[in-house]
């Protein structure tokens, strides 16, 4: 069954530094989100992702973070300057953008930032 | 705006007992209802979904929910709990516009005694 990979599992970085975490979406999938979960609490959504352009986002989706699909492939979150509120579990979903298709999520990145 | 409740965040039932994790949701339209379930450092996967017909829905590993529009609540059940039901459990509601976000509730945790 085709799955939604990311890259890297774990990252670790200072505060100030530039981050990319990186998502291979299911291939059919039309429409592509990133979600957010800090240590024990709940999954929050930053931003969705459609026709290549951003479609909805969060008020956490200031202008320290971008998204990106730079090929056909990847879709990609950045952060510019991290902070250490930004330590999260970063997950990355696909779905084919109908009302009844759930999406399906990637294992997720762990960011630390130190 | 959409909105999801999870009563309780953590839930322990003995194996072999009833499961059921409370959900509640606010929606000015029909929603698109989830149940998804998180084991630790996995992403997050579908159990199953309410859209539209028939309330009673049933999932993966034996667990269905049904949906009353009455009482907006879709809660989970499951007739008999495993140890290996032990987990995440996040209801979820999909708003059926523009780019479908799905907004998650704080999650349940399940805890299963032997």
């Known amino acids: 069954e085709p799955e939604v990979t990311q890259t890297p599992s774990h990252q670790v970085t200072q505060m100030g530094q530039e981050v990319i975490l990186r998502c291979v979406p299911i291939?059919?999938?039309?429409?592509f989100y990133w979600y957010r979960q800090i240590l024990g609490q709940k999954v929050e959504f930053l931003v969705s992702?459609?026709?290549?352009?951003?479609?909805?986002k969060s008020e956490i989706f200031d202008d320290q973070f971008s998204v990106e699909r730079p090929d056909g492939s990847n879709f990609t979150l950045k952060i510019r300057s991290t902070k250490l509120e930004d330590s999260a579990m970063y997950f990355c979903?696909?779905?084919?953008?109908?009302?009844?298709?759930?999406?399906?999520f990637g294992n997720g990145t762990r960011l630390t930032v130190t | 705006a959409q909105s999801v409740t999870q009563l309780g965040s953590h839930v322990s039932v003995s194996e072999g007992a009833l499961v059921l994790l409370r959900c509640n949701y606010s929606?000015?339209?029909?929603?698109?209802l989830f149940w998804y379930v998180q084991y630790p450092n996995q992403g997050l996967q579908l159990l199953l979904k309410?859209?539209?017909?028939?309330?009673l829905v049933k999932g993966i590993n034996g667990f269905e929910a049904e949906f009353k529009k009455s009482e907006t609540s879709f809660h989970l059940t499951k007739p008999s709990a495993h140890m290996s039901d032990a987990a995440e459990y996040f209801c979820?509601?999909?708003?059926?516009?523009?780019?479908?976000?799905?907004?998650f509730g704080a999650g349940t945790r399940l805890f299963v005694k032997a």
């Open positions: 979903a696909s779905s084919r953008g109908q009302g009844n298709s759930p999406l399906h």
């Open positions: 291939s059919n999938h039309l429409y």
């Open positions: 992702f459609y026709n290549n352009e951003i479609s909805e």
């Open positions: 929606s000015s339209v029909p929603p698109y």
């Open positions: 309410y859209t539209t017909g028939a309330t």
């Open positions: 979820a509601v999909m708003r059926n516009t523009g780019g479908f976000k799905t907004i």
